[in-house]
C-alpha cells in the first residue's frame, strides 16, 4: 500500500529556533494534511494543502504541499514550549477513497526552554 | 472541539478475550474511522464506515471486527486479543468524503493485552 515516510523522527531544539520537518511518498497525493498530537490526546488538524505548489501559513507554522505531489514540508518559526508533542503528515489519494488518509510515521519534537 | 468520546479510555485484558470498544460523536457526521497508532508507525487505519451499516476494511484489519448500527456510533471489536494487539486506539470522524478530508479524533483508547 501507499506508505510515507517523515523524517527527521525525532528533534530536540531549543526555545526560539526555526524546525523543518519533511514528508515523501512514492506515489501521488492530492491532499496534504499536518497533525499535531499532545501526549495524551488524540491530533489535531494545523494545516490543510490542496494544490501542488501550495504555500498555506497558520500563525508561526508555514506548509507547502510539493511540486510533484509526492512531498509535503512543515516549518515552525520561533519555537516555544507548547510545540512539544509528535507532528503527523497525512495524504489523501483522492478518486473514491472515502476520505481515507494515510499517515506518516511522525516527528517527535522536544523543545528546551 | 469535535464532540468524541471514546470508551474505555484504558483497558487490560487477557490474552483470548473479546474486547469492544465504542466511539460516539455528537457531530452527526457521516464518516467515522478506526486507527491504531504504534511507535515507529504513525497513525495505521483499521476500518472505517461510510454510512449506517456500511463498513470496510482498512490496511491492518486482521483480528478485528467492526459495526455501525447508528450514525452517532462505531464499535471496534477484538475478537480473541492477542499481544500483538497491545495498542492505543483512535477514532475519527469526517463530515464528508469531499475535500477538505479534514478528520476530527477522539482522544484514545490505551489498550493492554497480557
Known amino acids: 500500500g501507499q506508505q510515507l515516510n517523515q523524517s527527521p523522527q525525532s528533534m530536540f531544539i531549543q526555545e526560539g529556533e526555526d524546525v523543518s520537518m519533511n514528508c515523501t511518498s512514492s506515489?501521488?497525493?492530492?491532499?496534504w494534511l499536518w497533525y499535531k498530537q499532545d501526549p495524551g490526546e488524540g491530533p489535531v488538524l494545523l494545516i490543510a494543502?490542496?494544490?501542488?505548489?501550495e504555500l498555506t501559513s497558520n500563525g508561526r507554522l508555514t506548509a507547502q504541499f510539493g511540486i510533484t505531489r509526492k512531498d509535503s514540508f512543515l516549518n515552525i518559526s520561533a519555537s516555544i514550549p507548547s510545540d512539544v508533542g509528535i507532528y503527523f503528515c497525512?495524504?489523501?489519494?483522492?478518486?473514491?477513497?472515502?476520505?481515507?488518509?494515510?499517515f506518516g510515521q511522525g516527528t517527535i519534537l522536544t523543545v528546551h526552554p | 472541539d469535535a464532540g468524541i468520546t471514546q470508551s474505555p479510555r484504558h483497558k487490560v485484558t487477557e490474552t483470548g478475550t473479546p474486547v469492544t470498544l465504542r466511539c460516539h460523536q455528537t457531530?452527526?457526521?457521516?464518516?467515522m474511522y478506526w486507527y491504531r497508532q504504534d511507535p515507529g508507525h504513525g497513525l495505521r487505519l483499521i476500518h472505517y464506515?461510510?454510512?449506517?451499516?456500511?463498513?470496510d476494511k482498512g490496511e491492518v484489519s486482521d483480528g478485528y471486527s467492526v459495526s455501525r448500527s447508528k450514525t452517532e456510533d462505531f464499535l471496534l471489536t477484538l475478537e480473541s486479543a492477542t499481544s500483538s494487539q497491545t495498542s492505543v486506539y483512535f477514532c475519527?470522524?469526517?463530515?464528508?468524503?469531499?475535500?477538505?478530508?479534514?478528520?476530527?479524533f477522539g482522544p484514545g483508547t490505551r489498550l493492554t493485552v497480557t
Open positions: 475519527a470522524i469526517s463530515e464528508s468524503y469531499r475535500p477538505p478530508y479534514e478528520q476530527y
Open positions: 506515489s501521488i497525493f492530492n491532499t
Open positions: 494543502l490542496y494544490k501542488a505548489g
Open positions: 497525512a495524504g489523501h489519494a483522492g478518486g473514491t477513497s472515502y476520505g481515507k488518509l494515510t
Open positions: 457531530e452527526n457526521h457521516r464518516y
Open positions: 464506515s461510510y454510512g449506517v451499516k456500511d463498513t
